[in-house]
T-cell receptor
Framework: AQSVAQPEDQVNVAEGNPLTVKCTYS??????LFWYVQYPNRGLQFLLKYITGDNLVKGSYGFEAEFNKSQTSFHLKKPSALVSDSALYFCAAYMTTDSWGKLQFGAGTQVVVTP | DGGITQSPKYLFRKEGQNVTLSCEQNLNHDAMYWYRQDPGQGLRLIYY???????QKGDIAEGYSVSREKKESFPLTVTSAQKNPTAFYLCASSPTTGNGYTFGSGTRLTVV
């Protein structure tokens, strides 16, 4: 079945340390991949996307993500985490065989950055 | 500024009452979506609509209803048939496949 997986419910990191949030996908064709962030009691905000081209995608707030086709992964990274990066992060993918174009979301990963 | 607006931000209702959540977008997006989010949980799709006057059930449509009479508007009614309506409701819109979603700021519904 086509799916998006975020294997970690929560990631804890100290401020200033590198942050990685993992995402793997399973699709039948070429995926369109996204990362969103959600702060408490707010909607999701777009961070970045991969559709084609360079495997390293740069996005908002200093985040980047690396598309790895062989490992079917799209991990989100930030070289130096801030306390303000504490939020819920969602990976998402279009299953391009889906004619309705619905995004498939992962379950989300809570990021906690401690001072 | 273009965007997607959900109202109200907070909503309280008594058990057994129907309630309608508003979602309006001025992005000229064709598709609109409703999601439910429970505390600490992910997103669950309730209904979606790709064009005016057409909509499809998502994964948890029971106890909910929608309409899409205008491209800009996609209201969600939470009916008395929904057993656990207390949740955070998110509306989203998108132009075409591959462009991702724009989300509203959400409505927190509490049923007492």
């Amino acid at each position: 079945a086509q799916s998006v997986a975020q294997p970690e419910d929560q990631v804890n990191v100290a401020e200033g340390n590198p942050l990685t949030v993992k995402c793997t996908y399973s699709v039948s064709g070429n995926p369109y991949l996204f990362w969103y962030v959600q702060y408490p009691n707010r909607g999701l905000q777009f961070l970045l996307k991969y559709i084609t081209g360079d495997n390293l995608v740069k996005g908002s707030y200093g985040f980047e993500a690396e598309f790895n086709k062989s490992q079917t992964s799209f991990h989100l990274k930030k070289p130096s985490a801030l306390v303000s990066d504490s939020a819920l992060y969602f990976c998402a993918a279009y299953m391009t065989t889906d004619s309705w174009g619905k995004l498939q979301f992962g379950a989300g990963t809570q990021v906690v950055v401690t001072p | 500024d273009g965007g997607i607006t959900q109202s109200p931000k907070y909503l309280f209702r008594k058990e057994g009452q129907n309630v309608t959540l508003s979602c309006e977008q001025n992005l000229n997006h064709d598709a609109m979506y409703w999601y439910r989010q429970d505390p600490g949980q992910g997103l669950r799709l309730i209904y979606y609509s790709q064009i005016v006057n057409d909509f499809q059930k998502g994964d948890i449509a029971e106890g909910y209803s929608v309409s899409r009479e205008k491209k800009e508007s996609f209201p969600l009614t939470v009916t008395s048939a929904q057993k656990n309506p207390t949740a955070f409701y998110l509306c989203a819109s998108s132009p075409t496949t591959g462009n991702g979603y724009t989300f509203g700021s959400g409505t927190r519904l509490t049923v007492v």
